[in-house]
Each structure stands twice: as structure tokens, then as C-alpha cells.
Nanobody
Framework: QVQLVESGGGLVQAGGSLRLSCAAS????????VGWYRQAPGKQRELVAR???????NYADAVKGRFTISRNNARNTVYLQMNSLKPEDTAHYYC?????????WGKGTLVTVSA
């Protein structure tokens, strides 16, 4: 079973940048797609960005043009580059890998954006 561990969260001022990493304990080649989700206090978890095997990406409207998802199969790592951060981006961020038979989630990393 693959375990996912997120890192790179922290406190940043509005307008700043962070890069989140999601390291897998095994190969991510078996994932059909990988994605980043977030959950703010009192809100439901929502999709932020997803990258599917053929290289297609989709982003939440709120982050288009500011966030970029990528994967490095050799490093078994998925990234989320976040630029021009806003206070409303404050949330726990989770990565997800979707395999043929199951979905795998990390435990999340907290991103806090101050005004």
C-alpha cells in the first residue's frame, strides 16, 4: 500500500509563494491521476488541481493562473506550486493518488496566508 506524505506548508504573506510536495512511499506510476485538494475550516474538501496520466490538468477556478501541479515519476513526488497566494487560500492541503483499485490520501499540510 502506498503512503503519501505532504510537506511544504507554512505561514506566508499574501502575494507570496509556496511549493507543496507529496512524496509517495512507492511508485506513482500506477496512479491514473494525482491531485491536490484543500479543506478550509468549516468547509468541505475541494479539488484544487488534478493531473491525469496523459498530462491533462484541471484547476479550480479560484486558483487558475496561480497554481501549477506537476509530478516527477522518478522521485515519486507530486508538487503544487502556489503563487500570488491569497488569504482565502488558507486551508489544509491534501494530495491524492488514484490507482486502479483504490484512492490514496496523505494526511495533509497546513497553509496559512496572512493578509
Amino acid at each position: 500500500q502506498v503512503q503519501l506524505v505532504e510537506s511544504g506548508g507554512g505561514l506566508v504573506q499574501a502575494g507570496g509563494s509556496l511549493r507543496l510536495s507529496c512524496a509517495a512511499s512507492g511508485s506513482i506510476l500506477g496512479f491514473n491521476d494525482v491531485g491536490w485538494y484543500r479543506q478550509a475550516p468549516g468547509k468541505q474538501r475541494e479539488l484544487v488541481a488534478r493531473l491525469s496520466r496523459p498530462g491533462a490538468t484541471n484547476y479550480a477556478d479560484a486558483v487558475k493562473g496561480r497554481f501549477t501541479i506537476s509530478r516527477n515519476n522518478a522521485r515519486n513526488t507530486v508538487y503544487l506550486q502556489m503563487n500570488s497566494l491569497k488569504p482565502e487560500d488558507t486551508a489544509h492541503y491534501y494530495c491524492k493518488g488514484s490507482g486502479h483499485a483504490a484512492d490514496y490520501w496523505g494526511k495533509g499540510t497546513l497553509v496559512t496566508v496572512s493578509a
